[in-house]
């Protein structure tokens, strides 16, 4: 059976919204929560601009490129009471400044991602990627689930938007940990994902 897909779309008039898989998810669920609970949850899920030492006021603008005042956008933020450690900097991952450089535009009644020339240059490269995972499956083991950049403080919000996670799809099942993982495959770069998301990462694999 396959498992069904959460991520992201937007409309100008109420900001990002869900469209869950055929089946939903728990990410789905988290999803819409943030939408209406963005503001209680600013600590959690909102992102900062680069330099910035506080989240944004409402109303303003989030990064180059972005829509004024939507929930779920940006790198997120690592809470200072998180119980998670942040990610250790290593030279042999892609980092996720380079991913989350992503500006927005709009068409018709949707948001879509305008990559530059160095993330359209990864696209169907091998790339490694080190994150905290975010299940799309029931069970101990996942063949299919998100990576963050930032770990889940919240079990109703999330880290951050759409160009903060990455789709993972594996080759053998991988078994679900609260700390970091790495993983390698071949990065899509998705320009109009039917689920709103920006990348993808096939045929992957864990590395330590």
């Given at each position: 059976m396959t498992s069904p897909r959460s991520a992201f779309g937007a409309s100008p008039s109420r900001g990002r919204y869900l469209r869950p898989g055929r089946a939903g998810s728990a990410v789905a669920l988290a999803l819409s929560?943030?939408?209406?609970?963005?503001p209680a949850l600013a600590q959690l899920s909102s992102p900062l601009a680069p330099?910035?030492?506080?989240?944004?006021?409402?109303?303003?603008?989030?990064?180059?490129?972005?829509?004024?005042?939507?929930?779920?956008?940006?790198?997120?933020?690592?809470?200072?009471?998180?119980?998670?450690?942040?990610?250790?900097?290593?030279?042999?991952?892609?980092?996720?400044?380079?991913?989350?450089d992503v500006k927005t535009k709009r068409e018709k009644n949707r948001i879509l991602p305008?990559?530059?020339?160095g993330q359209l240059g990864m696209n169907g490269k091998?790339?490694?990627?080190?994150?905290?995972?975010?299940?799309?499956?029931?069970?101990?083991?996942?063949?299919?689930?998100?990576?963050?950049?930032v770990p889940l403080t919240c079990s109703f919000c999330l880290p951050g938007g759409p160009e903060s996670m990455v789709e993972v799809k594996?080759?053998?099942?991988?078994?679900?940990?609260?700390?970091?993982?790495?993983?390698?495959?071949?990065?899509?770069?998705?320009?109009?994902?039917?689920?709103?998301?920006?990348?993808?990462?096939?045929?992957?694999?864990t590395v330590k």
């Open positions: 929560t943030l939408l209406f609970a963005a330099g910035a030492s506080q989240p944004p006021a409402p109303g303003t603008s989030i990064l180059p490129g972005s829509i004024d005042g939507v929930a779920g956008k940006g790198a997120g933020v690592h809470g200072a009471n998180s119980p998670f450690a942040p990610l250790v900097p290593r030279d042999d991952v892609l980092p996720w400044s380079v991913l989350t305008v990559f530059n020339t091998t790339q490694r990627i080190q994150g905290f995972m975010m299940p799309l499956e029931p069970g101990k083991k996942q063949r299919h689930f998100l990576l963050s950049s594996t080759k053998t099942p991988v078994e679900y940990s609260m700390e970091a993982v790495v993983v390698e495959g071949r990065l899509q770069v998705l320009h109009d994902d039917s689920y709103g998301l920006y990348y993808r990462i096939n045929d992957a694999v």
